[in-house]
């Protein structure tokens, strides 16, 4: 073999596993998680964030969060492996190894703390820590292989991107980003239900307890509606104080009502292809609800 052929050979081993770190981080969740918490900087501050803190936090925050999806990859690999959704990823194809994972998640995370406490805030270091600890350890661990209500619980770390982004500027907690986090709280259960209930075989070979499993479709389709009318509900309270204006309360209504009709028709008339449409429709719902909300604030200074 040449010389030439032997470093591509190297380079492709490399970019091999590259990919596969990468897809240990879940970018595509990660991406919503940064997303929402660039969100929260930005309606935290009066003016422009200062471009330093804005890219220390980001890559802090999206660092810890990818470090919490390689835990949740790491944990739960039986499982991937036998679920059609998730058999592709790096640990159950054996591209990486569990001490690979665990040593990569180590450094990613080690990484996006010392990033957060030194070049934002101790507050938002310490929030961020206890985000990964409670989607790594309480969901993961304890909550999801335990309860059918996992999602509704766990969904508390993933709602606290907002928070952590109103922190990094503020050095404070207060009402406006605890609006924010309860907007993704009441989001989380209909837009994973949404998920499980075209996936219940999956999640019942894997003996995961999700609700369609342990309480059977139609239970989960009114809780689907009943939690999506929640979340309409919750989505009017930054006009309520006044944080936003009549901007992000025509979009909260006009998101929401297609959610809700969705949420309606998951009811009335399931059918897989109708819970797929309405799990991507709620990602494209919260993305576009807090985007209105930052050109909202904008617009009103």
Same mark, same amino acid.
């Given at each position: ?49 200062a471009p330093q803190l804005l890219l220390a936090a980001t890559a802090g925050i999206a660092l810890v969060a990818g470090a919490a ?69 309480? +969901? ?86 009943? +939690? ?10 930054? +006009? ?40 991507? +429709? ?20």
């Amino acid at each position: 073999m040449s010389a030439d052929s032997i470093r591509n050979s190297r380079f492709s081993a490399f970019a091999r596993q590259a990919r596969a770190f990468y897809a240990l981080t879940k970018p595509r969740v990660v991406s919503l998680i940064v997303f929402t918490a660039v969100i929260g900087m930005l309606l935290a501050s009066p003016g422009m964030v200062a471009p330093q803190l804005l890219l220390a936090a980001t890559a802090g925050i999206a660092l810890v969060a990818g470090a919490a999806a390689a835990m949740n990859c790491l944990v739960e690999q039986k499982i991937d492996a036998r679920m059609q959704r998730t058999s592709w990823r790096p640990l159950p194809r054996g591209e990486l190894s569990a001490v690979q994972t665990l040593v990569f998640a180590g450094a990613v995370g080690g990484l996006g703390l010392w990033l957060l406490v030194h070049y934002v805030n101790a507050l938002t270091m310490w929030l961020t820590l206890a985000t990964f600890v409670g989607y790594a350890v309480v +969901y993961t661990v304890i909550l999801k292989p335990l309860t059918p209500q996992n999602i509704v619980i766990g969904g508390a770390s993933g709602a606290m991107p907002p928070v952590l982004g109103w922190a990094a500027v503020t050095g404070e907690v207060t009402t406006e980003p605890l609006l924010l986090f309860l907007i993704i709280f009441a989001w989380t259960p209909p837009h994973f239900w949404s998920l499980a209930l075209y996936r219940t075989e999956d999640y019942a070979k894997a003996g995961v307890p999700m609700l369609p499993v342990t309480h059977g479709q139609a239970y989960t389709r009114l809780q689907v509606l009943l +939690y999506t009318m929640i979340l309409f509900g919750v989505s009017l309270l930054p +006009y309520s104080i006044r944080m936003s204006g009549a901007l992000y309360l025509a979009a909260a209504v006009a998101l929401g009502a297609v959610y809700l009709w969705y949420a309606v028709r998951i009811y009335l008339s399931y059918s897989d292809r109708l819970a797929r449409a309405c799990f991507r +429709y709620s990602i494209v719902y919260l993305a576009a609800l807090f985007a209105t909300l930052l050109v909202d604030h904008y617009l009103a200074l």
